[in-house]
């Protein structure tokens, strides 16, 4: 792993607005780069998160809690007319147009550009109404060059679970790009849905330590990265040029930055992950 990794690519704003402490405006979607839209060649930057900076926000407001939390507090499931056959249409319109079949889990109401949207309640741009926690979904093995899982890890009991489908989905090398609290942070427990947190570490159990045996799940970790303040301009000026430097230091000294700096800094807003699906391509016929 890198000791001062790039920018992380990424998708919608956490699921909640919330306010924070000492006066915080409400949360707002944090700048990454946004797969292009349908007729595109790659990604369009809608901001940046370089090592050390601070990026400029995307201009969109907070939206409702994502419904996709775990058994207890399940919404009812209002089912849409639509089914896993859908996805053949879009991945073929998608490869036809030379671009990516991205599916964005979870997706609520603020779905990844040009993705194919996946949650447990119909809503504008969710293009299959299925509970996460319910595998197989109705999807075709190796489908998907790239899985988004924008807040949504920490609302299961079970993310090896939900990581195993998306290791079946995903194509070989396909990208899978996750945002979840990191575990020090207050955005980790201020939601009465969030079961877990991680750490800079959590991703390293698909193949990458020696306990990898409790899945069968093989991913490589490409980057992962601790962002200090989710959002940076939603604080004055001092407290963002603090947040730029405790930023600084934890990306160029990761593991020691969060075991003895986290706490003293008051915490880590966000983990930034990306991992590439570690699977033998399958043979044409």
């Known amino acids: 792993m890198p000791d001062c990794p790039p920018p992380l690519p990424g998708g919608p704003a956490p699921e909640r ?10 949360v707002r979607p944090l700048p990454f780069r946004r797969p292009a839209a349908d007729g595109g060649g790659g990604p369009s930057v809608v901001g940046s998160v370089e090592s050390g900076g601070s990026g400029a926000a995307a201009p969109a407001a907070a939206g409702a809690a994502r419904p996709h939390g775990p058994s207890g507090v399940r919404p009812v499931m209002r089912m849409l007319p639509k089914t896993g056959a859908d996805l053949g249409a879009y991945a073929a319109a998608r490869r036809a147009a030379g671009l990516p079949v991205i599916l964005d889990l979870g997706c609520g109401a603020r779905k990844v550009p040009g993705a194919f949207g996946i ?9 299959l109404v299925h509970d996460l926690e319910a595998t197989p979904y109705p999807l075709p093995e190796s489908c998907a060059d790239e899985i988004y899982l924008n807040h949504v890890l920490e609302h299961f009991d079970t993310p090896l679970t939900i990581l195993e489908e998306v290791w079946r989905l995903a194509r070989p090398d396909g990208r899978v790009l996750i945002r979840t609290p990191h575990y020090s942070g207050t955005y980790a427990w201020i939601d009465p849905t969030h079961r877990r947190a991680f750490s800079l570490r959590s991703f390293h ?26 959002i940076e301009e939603d604080w004055p000026w001092p407290q ?12 160029r000294h990761q593991t020691f930055g969060e075991r003895f700096l986290a706490y003293l800094v008051g915490g880590i807003d966000e983990l930034q992950v990306i991992l590439t699906a570690v699977k033998t391509p399958v043979k044409s016929s």
């Open 240 to 251: 963002r040029a603090w947040g730029r430097a405790v930023q600084w230091f934890l990306d």
């Open 119 to 127: 949650d447990i309640i119909a809503q504008p741009g969710v293009d």
């Open 17 to 26: 607005s919330l306010r924070a402490p000492s006066g915080r405006r409400p």
């Open 205 to 230: 159990y698909y193949g990458e330590n020696a306990y990898s045996f409790y899945t069968r799940a093989r991913f490589h970790v490409v980057r992962v990265r601790l962002k200090y303040f989710m």
